[in-house]
């Protein structure tokens, strides 16, 4: 399942077994702002029906009252009559029981592959006098694609008792495995309270959908060494830039592999929390990653080829992250799939999250249309500009034999693109998955 290990809980009444998963703390590379707007759904669908100890019951009662009558023993009939008032009583509050409920789903605004998504579900109880108890709720999340499709999972939740005017939230967590678009909901509502013979159910009509990103992990030593080959043309050159030449302009939050001389002690002292230094740098190369999902060999086992993939889509994801963390820079991101796309933008989060979503419904082509696609995008990449080619073919399409003006680069005096190729089984000496 794409799912993994979903789990409900109530934050009042504690948590409700469900099937076991990891139990591990949210990732912090996982954005877990909530929805501005989330949508709402209000009304009731009148849904009745017996269940089966409801079914027991009924039959029961028709025994008593046939024989009563026939018989013409007065006291079945007044046993009968007794039977008769849960049925009716529970009837009358199944009934009216989902009529003041208000419901909205707040979803994760962003969320990589295995990052642990949270979905809080927030119930109110609009009436003024009746209380809802025994409230079963079962969410339903359906994966869409591109890397699995049509796989569904549903995920129980129970709220004991909502009081008048009362709002209840509802909280299950999980993990999903693959990047692609997952559509959660409808949402299945139903209480069989106080008797447990007659449910009331409806079938709430409120959908969300969310994205998941590819998968982040990180660049190697390796990829920097070579990236730096690559900027200053000279291969086997170790000299090293020291921050301490760029100016200064601000703090911000400590995160995985900055350095421990960048933490500004004094900063973190008074922010409760360790921070460090940023500098800006002098000058930055426009940067172009070029992804090539395109596959010529078709004999390759399945689950080989699916890591290739997922491995070059998160690679390029990483990139891309890094780049937009950096600032400075002016990115162009191509993704040569199934929908060709490209786009040219400063590094920035607003770039980055559409970058991650086109990168999370990449395909894999059944044709191979690169040289139509880069004919179109190719002039707007600058004279500068630093490339890079992530390319899942046995040859690389821009291999080291091709100079930038056999690409079809733009060229000017003095200055000629660095054109850095990544194949499939060279990412993981320049990437590994955390």
């Known amino acids: 399942m794409t799912c993994v290990g979903f789990r409900g809980h109530d934050p009042i009444m504690g948590k409700i077994p469900r099937n076991s998963f990891p139990n591990k703390s949210p990732d912090t590379r996982s954005l877990s702002n909530r929805m501005p707007h989330p949508k709402i759904w209000y009304g009731s669908l009148p ?41 009716i009583y529970n009837w009358r509050l199944a009934r009216r029981a989902l009529r003041t409920l208000q419901i909205r789903r707040l979803l994760p605004q962003a969320v990589c ?6 979905v809080q579900l927030e119930v109110a109880n609009l009436s003024k006098r009746s209380s809802v108890c025994a409230l079963r709720l079962v969410d339903q999340i359906t ?22 005017g009362e709002k209840r939230i509802v909280t299950y967590e999980g993990r999903l495995e693959h990047r692609g678009r997952y559509r959660f909901g409808p949402l299945m509502v139903a209480t069989q309270f106080p008797f447990g013979l007659i ?35 000279v291969p086997g050159r170790t000299q090293r830039e020291s921050r301490l030449s760029h100016e200064f302009y601000g703090v911000r939050a400590w995160q995985r592999g900055d350095s421990l001389r960048w933490i500004h002690w004094r900063s973190s002292a008074r922010h409760g929390k360790l921070v460090v230094r940023q500098f800006c740098s002098p000058r930055n190369r426009d940067v172009a990653v070029i992804v090539d999902l395109y596959r010529e060999s078709a004999s390759d086992d399945g689950t080989r080829k699916f890591e290739e993939i997922e491995l070059a889509v998160s690679f390029a994801a990483t990139v891309v992250r890094q ?6 820079t002016n990115v162009l991101l191509a993704i ?22 086109q990168l999370a419904m990449a395909e894999v082509p059944r044709r191979d249309t690169f040289d139509h696609m880069w004919k ?20 690389n399409w ?27 089984p060279e990412i993981s000496e320049f990437f590994q998955w955390t």
Not at 113 to 118: E, F, G, K, S, T
Not at 143 to 164: A, D, K, M, Y
Request: proline share 7%; aromatic share 6%.
């Open 113 to 118: 592959a295995r990052d642990l998504v949270v």
């Open 143 to 164: 994966s869409q694609g591109p890397v699995v499709s049509g796989e569904s999972r549903e995920v129980p939740l129970l709220i004991t008792f909502l009081g008048p």
């Open 199 to 233: 449910e009331r159910r409806s079938v709430v009509p409120l959908e969300d959908e969310l994205v998941v990103f590819p998968r982040i992990g990180r660049l190697t030593r390796k990829w920097y060494a070579r990236r730096r080959e690559h900027l200053e043309g």
């Open 336 to 357: 040569a799939g199934h929908m060709p796309w490209w786009a040219s933008a400063p590094g920035s989060t607003p770039f980055l999250r559409v970058a991650l979503e």
């Open 398 to 424: 821009a291999s080291s034999q091709r100079t930038p003006s056999d690409l079809g680069v733009r060229e000017a005096r003095g200055l000629s693109p660095g054109i850095f190729r990544v194949s499939g």
């Open 323 to 328: 780049l937009c963390r950096e600032g400075g």
């Open 376 to 395: 179109k995008f190719s002039q707007h990449i600058a004279p500068e500009a630093e490339i890079l080619f992530i390319s899942l073919r046995a040859d």
């Open 47 to 87: 849904r009745v029906r017996l269940t089966r100890a409801g079914v027991y019951y009924l039959a029961i009662l028709v025994v008593v009252a046939a024989v009563a009558v026939m018989r013409q023993i007065n006291l079945m009939l007044i046993l009968a009559g007794m039977l008769l008032g849960p049925l």
